[in-house]
């Protein structure tokens, strides 16, 4: 045994203490893990609510161009505090996903060897996710103010309103879908909570993957954030009601960090396959973001069938570019191995 390999049983022996729960911490992560799912879902629930306003409106819930719980007070907050709010919510979000979307920082926290997690981290992620949702959601101040667009009355109104609706279903649509072809991800930890063992580490029971590529997964290399993209799109151009400045705002950002989240995907795609894999994956799937309509609505079946065996392909071959991302590692660890691990200890000590 080299190493490296020995250098990274030790690492995992010291982080033992996060990664192996008693029965008690089992039985809370569990709780919190149920909690985690009901925050999340109820969370992108009010934000689709928050930002779908010019579509429709609910009664007693928020949305960004009217009152909501949140301005309930006597005199409204000034223009410049509700600005610096807004711009606090939005940038919370997405540092945090941002943060963790870094391959760097996923593969350091989340992944030690094979699969190795801290057994109390995807709930909480998963919680602090749909926390954030919640708090823009009930905490972002409108700002009508100040008016960036007014598509009036006539032709122009109502070009506008069908090209807002077919973007916000289109987005719906794409969304729903790609969510439903990565159900075996494991978005919410579900399965890795029920499959994780007491008492004796956590290894991921499976490889986390995509075992359906529907033409949805193929039409661009980041069909979720290509559907929220159009989502948010169409609520910022649907004319029902003026274009304000606190939409504008959040909306921007919004596709700003949507925009910034491909890039990311599209440097971890790199790195895990390596430039020549990445560049052949990249020439079956040309656009990044914007739906190729050819891949969605016209190819044959065939074609379709050739892509999606085209990309398994690619997952089994090899370039010397690619980094290996999870080096395999055995909790048990043998004599000779605990010797090394205890002198490792001791070096430091000393």
């Known amino acids: 045994m080299n190493f490296p390999e020995l250098h990274e049983r030790a690492a995992f022996e010291r982080h033992r203490f996060l990664l192996q729960p008693t029965p008690t911490t089992y039985f809370a992560v569990k709780l919190l893990q149920k909690f985690a799912f009901l925050i999340s879902i109820s969370g992108l629930f009010l934000f689709l609510v928050f930002l779908l306003e010019p579509f429709f409106t609910l009664r007693g819930l928020p949305q960004i161009d009217r009152g909501g719980y949140y301005t309930r007070t006597k005199e409204p907050l000034p223009i410049w ?3 610096v709010i807004n711009i606090s919510l939005c940038l919370a979000f997405w540092v945090q996903h941002f943060y963790l979307a870094k391959h760097y920082r996923f593969h350091k926290i989340l992944i030690l060897g094979s699969y190795q997690h801290h057994f109390y981290e995807k709930p909480l992620l998963v919680m602090l996710s749909g926390l954030e949702l919640w708090a823009m959601v009930y905490l972002s101040q409108p700002i009508r103010d100040i008016t960036v667009m007014d598509w009036g009355q006539g032709f122009m109104q109502e070009f506008m309103a069908k090209v807002a609706t077919t973007l916000v279903a289109s987005g719906l649509l794409i969304s729903g879908r790609t969510l439903y072809d990565m159900r075996e991800c494991d978005l919410f930890g579900f399965d890795y909570i029920r499959k994780m063992k007491m008492l004796e580490g956590t290894e991921f029971p499976f490889r986390p993957q995509m075992k359906e590529l529907s033409r949805v997964a193929l039409c ?4 979720l954030q290509s559907g929220m993209l159009m989502v948010v799109a169409g609520s910022m151009l649907y004319p029902s009601v003026p274009l304000s ?13 949507l925009v910034q989240a491909a890039e990311f995907n599209d440097i971890y795609c790199l790195r895990k396959l390596g430039p ?12 990044s973001l914007l739906p190729d309509l050819n891949t969605l ?5 065939q074609e379709i069938e050739e892509m999606r065996t085209k990309i398994k392909q690619l997952c089994l071959m090899e370039d010397e570019g690619a980094q290996i991302l999870e080096p395999p590692i055995s909790k048990q660890l043998n004599p000779e ?13 000393d």
Do not use: H, W
């Not at 894999?277 to 020439?283: E, G, Q, V």
């Not at 609505?297 to 079946?301: G, P, Q, T, V």
């Open 297 to 301: 609505f016209f190819k044959s079946e």
């Open 276 to 287: 020549g894999r990445f560049n052949t994956y990249r020439d079956l799937i040309a656009r």
């Open 245 to 257: 400045f606190s939409r504008f705002m959040i909306c921007s950002m919004f596709i700003t960090g």
């Open 220 to 223: 661009c290399r980041n069909p």
């Open 337 to 349: 191995e605990q010797e090394v691990l205890f002198e490792d200890k001791r070096q430091k000590i």
């Open 81 to 83: 505090l509700r600005f």
